[in-house]
């Protein structure tokens, strides 16, 4: 794990990519139990993305579920800008406490972008207050993800769709809350459609839904969907703004005169 002693809570943003930092989460189970995921992501699906991330010059650590409180300690949220999640096979294995730890930082402004069957995790379902469940189907279909948000900063680069060979196939009724912003609409070749691109604002921290990247499968590899996750990561990062204040407040003094 990539450590970052540098304490960012509640530090204004720059413009320079690298001072975003971002906490890579996987459950890391399937890369190290199925010989199949282990070949397409021999460090881990958390790895792969990391080294995409870092590509795109931004500062990354990772954190994995089997770490102690999931490598997700107060230290460590508090020095993350933006947190990206998958997980799937272990989601029950998530501790109660870190996610109202990760559910508090998301409050108070971390971003998080969660990623294909990051839809059923504790946290996602915490801060969406649905169930979030959907239709799904492994059998390797074309995946289409269309872009139906052009201008918007997670679509920066794109064309018109990204395509991928083979993916795992979602269909609606996707339970979630309906988006702030639809950036993605996915068709597959077996029929499907499916909001794949989903924002949302949760208190002062922007969360991007994600779809593809079925673990059996190279999805992560693939340069488009690097591409929008590094834009997701530099779209939920907290930004410079007038301070917040709330409790008890008293009122302004008033500076304009009478006129007498």
């Not at 969660?114 to 799904?136: A, E, P, Q, Y």
């Not at 059996?216 to 929008?228: A, F, G, I, K």
Request: with cysteine; aromatic share 8%.
């Amino acid at each position: 794990m990539r450590g970052i002693s540098k304490d960012r809570k509640n530090k204004p943003m720059t413009t320079n990519t690298r001072d975003i930092h971002v906490t890579v989460w996987n459950e890391y189970r399937h890369e190290r139990q199925d010989e199949g995921v282990a070949a397409i992501y021999p460090e881990g699906i958390h790895a792969t993305l990391a080294a995409a991330l870092r590509k795109a010059e931004l500062t990354v650590r990772t954190a994995t579920l089997d770490e102690p409180e999931h490598g997700l300690s107060v230290d460590v949220l508090n020095a993350t800008d933006v947190l990206v999640w998958w997980g799937h096979m272990a989601h029950g294995e998530v501790s109660d406490d870190v996610v109202a730890r990760v559910q508090q930082r998301v409050l108070d402004g971390m971003g998080l972008i969660v990623l294909h069957s990051g839809h059923f995790s504790k946290i996602f379902r915490t801060l969406m207050g649905t169930n979030c469940d959907l239709r799904w189907r492994e059998s390797n279909d074309h995946e289409r993800l269309w872009v139906i948000a052009p201008g918007h900063p997670i679509t920066e680069g794109l064309g018109d769709y990204i395509e991928i060979e083979h993916e795992e196939t979602y269909g609606e009724h996707f339970d979630v809350p309906p988006p702030e912003t639809l950036v993605f609409v996915s068709w597959f070749s077996g029929g499907e459609v499916f909001r794949s691109g989903c924002c949302y604002t949760r208190g002062h921290g922007r969360i991007f839904y994600f779809r593809p990247g079925h673990e059996t499968l190279p999805t992560y590899h693939h340069p488009e969907v690097q591409r929008v996750i590094s834009n997701a990561v530099r779209w939920a990062a907290p930004t410079p703004g007038a301070p917040r204040t709330a409790g008890n407040a008293q009122a302004p003094e008033l500076k304009w005169s009478s006129g007498r």
